[in-house]
């Protein structure tokens, strides 16, 4: 069984500019996750899918944190304009369900310089 | 608002002994707990699982004991081996909700 997939696997950008990462999960899951794991820290939830529909993106920092997950298999996270504290690694994961074992992809590592 | 924490950012262990991770708690509304593995450039692996009306899980050389009332958990690794030099992250959750909250994982190094 294949994984969760993620790209690119690193990016590197200057601040005030956008970037966006992908995520694949494993097939037939229907929950997705997007982390974000900053240095020395453990990952923090961003924005929880339930097939296409948010369940909670109460941490996401809207007004320049974007992501969707159209028909309710890949998902985009999208940042723009980029700071330099959001330097960090996205982790996308995916489980069968709200309430099952969560499963992680490899990450993004982006940094902001 | 650090809800999970793990105190020791790191841990030396000879290859046969035990190794001890600890982790606590202070939101008395988590009642799933989970330990994760973590190695370079890799994502986290779910490891082991303790559901609140248990006190210890086991599975092969991985033990994970709760203590409600101390609001702690431990992951104990017996042997330890080599190949489990990695971070480790202990997640707690509501269930009614799943979110998983992290803790800021131990750095374990298990040397020949």
């Known amino acids: 069984e294949a994984g969760v997939a993620q790209s690119p696997r690193y990016k590197i950008i200057e601040k005030r500019q956008s970037v966006a990462f992908w995520c694949n999960p494993i097939?037939?899951?229907?929950?997705l996750y997007w982390y974000q794991q900053i240095l020395g820290q453990g990952p923090k939830l961003l924005i929880q899918f339930q097939n296409n529909g948010v369940v909670d993106d109460s941490q996401l920092p809207k007004d320049r944190f974007s992501a969707e997950r159209l028909k309710g298999v890949d998902s985009t996270l999208k940042i723009q304009p980029a700071k330099l504290e959001d330097s960090a690694v996205y982790l996308c994961a995916s489980s069968r369900g709200d309430q099952e074992t969560q499963y992680f992809g490899p990450g993004t590592r982006l940094l902001v310089l | 608002d650090q809800q999970v924490k793990q105190n020791s950012p790191s841990l030396s262990v000879q290859e046969g002994r035990i190794s001890i991770l600890n982790c606590d708690y202070t939101n008395s509304m988590f009642d799933y707990f989970l330990w994760y593995k973590k190695y370079p450039a890799e994502g986290p692996t779910f490891l082991i699982s303790?559901?609140?009306?248990?006190d210890k899980n086991e599975d092969g050389r991985f033990t994970v004991f709760l203590n409600k009332s101390a609001k702690h958990l431990s992951l104990h690794i017996v042997p330890s081996q080599p190949g489990d030099s990695a971070v480790y992250f202990c997640?707690?959750?509501?269930?009614?909700?799943?979110?998983?909250?992290f803790g800021t994982g131990t750095r374990l190094l298990v040397s020949p």
């Open positions: 303790i559901s609140s009306i248990k």
């Open positions: 097939s037939g899951h229907a929950t």
């Open positions: 997640a707690a959750a509501n269930t009614g909700f799943q979110k998983l909250v």
